[in-house]
C-alpha cells in the first residue's frame, strides 16, 4: 500500500502580474512504507514544491493527492492541519522551532496538539530526544543550540508523533558538511529503528549519496527515479 | 475545536511571547493601560460630581423623597394640608426611614420699611429639617430657630431690604381658607449657602409660630426626607405602594428636580461617548501591534501551520496574545487609578475658578472623587473586550497566511 500517492499533479503558481510559472509538470508518485528518499535537482528544479504538494502544505493546480488512499481534494484547512499533525513530521531548512519554547517543550508541542496524555507525552518526548542525542540539552531554548543541534530537536519533533513519512526541505542546507552528513545517518538510524519513511531534498552529492532512492527533477519534472540497494 | 491542552500551551506561548519584544509590549500595556486609568479617574470624578451635585442640590431643601397630600401641585398659593400625618409617619419607620422633615409651606410677602420681597415661607421643626437640609449649618448671623417665633432669612434678602438680625419685618400672607394674615416678626438669623436665588426666596420660622400665622394649626403640607440617592426611587416605589394613594401622594428627587436628573443623564451620555473614543483608540493600538507583531512572525506562523496547527488554533494564540497584554494592562490600570482616586477621594479638585458662575445647581468648589465598585469591574471588562476584540482581526489575518509564502522565505 502506498502511503503517498501523487496523480498528475500539477503546480502553476501565478502572482497574478507576470505570466505563471509551472513549478510542477503533471506528475505521478508513489511513495512506500519505510522508504528512505532524495529529491535532487538544481535550485528551482520544483522540489521544494513537490515536498509541499506530499506534505499537504499546499494544494495541486490540478490532479489528486490521495494520503493512506484517501483523497484530500475536498479536505478545508482545519481538516488539513490534522491530516499533517497525524502522517507527517516536518524539518524545515532553518529556524524550525518555536522560539519561546524549549527543546522539551518544542517536541511535546505537536504531542499536545494530538492531546496525548501526559505520562504517554513526557516517555515519548524523552524517547525522541535521546533518540537524537540531545536529552542532556532540552531546557534550552533554540536561541541557545547549534544549528546542528536545532536541526536535530526538529527531528526529534519530526518523529515523536509517529508519522506515517518525515519531509525535510533542505534540512542540510544551512548546516557545514560534517553535521550535515551527521544528520542525514541520524535519519537514516532513525529510519531503521522506527520504520519510518523519510523524503527529503538536497543539492549535497554527499547528502544525496545516503539515499535509497533518488528522484532528480529538472524544471519541475522528474528525470529520474534510482533505486539503490541497501 | 481545540482541547484544553492545545489551548494551554497556547497560551504558555502567548504569554512568553509578550517578553520577546520587551519595548513595544511595554509601549502597548502602557497605552492600554493609560486608557483605562483615565476612564476609572473621569467616572470617579463624574460619580463624585454627582454625589455632590446632588447632596448640595437636594440637601438645599427638597431631600430625596417628598410626601404630599393626594393631588398636591406645586407653585400654588393655596396651601393643601396633608391628612393623616401621624399614619405617614409610622409608615416611614416601618421603612426604617428616620430621617424626614414636616414643614408647612406657603407664598408670602417680606416687607421692610418701603421694601417688599415675594418669598417662600417654610415652617420648620428645627431638629428634624437638620436630619435633611444644612442651612442649619450655612448661619452668617444670629442663630438657627432658637426662638419660637423668629424668623431665619437668606443673606442676599436681608442685604436687598436692608435689614439685619434683630430687625423687625413684616410678613403678609394668604392664610388657611383664604384669610388673609400680617404679622410683625423679628428677624432671628440669616443664613447663607453657595446658590444666591435659593437664599433669596426662603424664609423660614419654628413649625407651630408659622401654622399660627397661616391660621393653620397643626396642618403640614409636605414631609421630605433624606435617603441614599441611588436608592430614593426604590425607596419611593416601596412608601408609594404602603401609603394610602387617596391621602397621599410620593415623589423621589428625580421628579422634584428633573433638571438635576437630566443634567446627571447627559453626563452619563457624554461619559459614554468618551469611553468609546477611548477605547476605539486603545483599539487601534492593539490591532496594530498585533498585526506588525505577524507580519514579523510570518515565518513562524509557517511552521506552526506546517506543523498541524489549524486556523483555530492560530486565532487563539494571537487572541491570546493580545488578551495577555490586556490583562497585564488591565491590572496596572486599575492600580494607578485606584490610587489616583484615593488622592482624588481625600484631597479632591479644586474647580472654584470654572463653576462661580453656576446658578441652577449648588455645588462645592471642590470635586472630589467617588469611586464605585461597578464602574471598576465594568471598565475593567470593557479593556479586556477591547483587547480580545482588537486581537481578532490580526488572528484572522495570522490564520489565513499562505504556509508555503511563509516557508519560503528563509
Ligand atoms: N510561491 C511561489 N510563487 C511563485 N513562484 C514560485 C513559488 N514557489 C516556487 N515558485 C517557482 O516555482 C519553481 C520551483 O520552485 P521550487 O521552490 O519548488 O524549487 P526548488 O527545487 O525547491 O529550488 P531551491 O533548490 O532553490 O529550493 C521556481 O521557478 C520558483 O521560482
Ligand atoms: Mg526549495
Redesign the interface.
Known sequence: MALVELRQVMKTYSDGQSSPVTALQATDLLVGPGEFVCLAGPSGAGK?TLL?MI?C??RPTSGRILIEEKDTATLG??QL??I???AF??V??????????NAY?NV???L??Q?VEADERRQRVNTALASVGLSRLMDKRPGQLSGGQQQRVAAA?AIVSRPLVVLA?EPTANLDSKTGEELIDLFAALKQQLQTTFVFSSHDPAVIRRAQRILTLRDGRIMTDERLGG | MI?V??F??LA??GF??I??NVRRSLLTILAISFGLFCLIVFQALKAGLHKEMVSSTLGLDAGTIQVHAAGYEANTAVIQPMANIAEAKRTLATLGLTRFSERIKSPALLLAGRKSSAILLAGVLPGDEQQVTFIGRKMVEGSYLAEADRLLLGSPLAVSLGVRSGDEVVLMAQGMLGRPATRKFVIGGIYQTDLATFDRSHVYLPLPAAQHFLGADEVVTEIALLTEAERAQSLATALREKLDPGLFQVSSWQKVAPDLDQLIKLNDATMGLLVFIVFAIVAMGITNTMTTVIFERF??FG???????????IVSLVVLESLFLGLIATILGLLAGIAACSWLQRYGLDLSSFISANQYFASGHVLKAHVLAEDLVSSALVTLATAIVAGIYPAWKA?RMD??KA??H?
Open positions: 521544494t509541499n506534505g502544505i499546499d484547512r482545519g492541519a490534522k499533517r499533525r497525524r513530521g516536518f524545515f531548512q532553518s529556524f524550525n522551532l518555536i522560539p519561546v519554547l517543550e511535546e508541542y505537536v499536545l496538539l492531546n519533533r526541505d | 482541547s491542552k492545545t494551554l500551551v504558555r506561548i512568553r511571547n517578553r520577546r515565518r513562524e511552521i506552526l501551520n506546517a506543523i498541524g496547527t489549524g486556523p483555530t488554533a490564520s504556509p508555503v516557508l519560503l528563509n
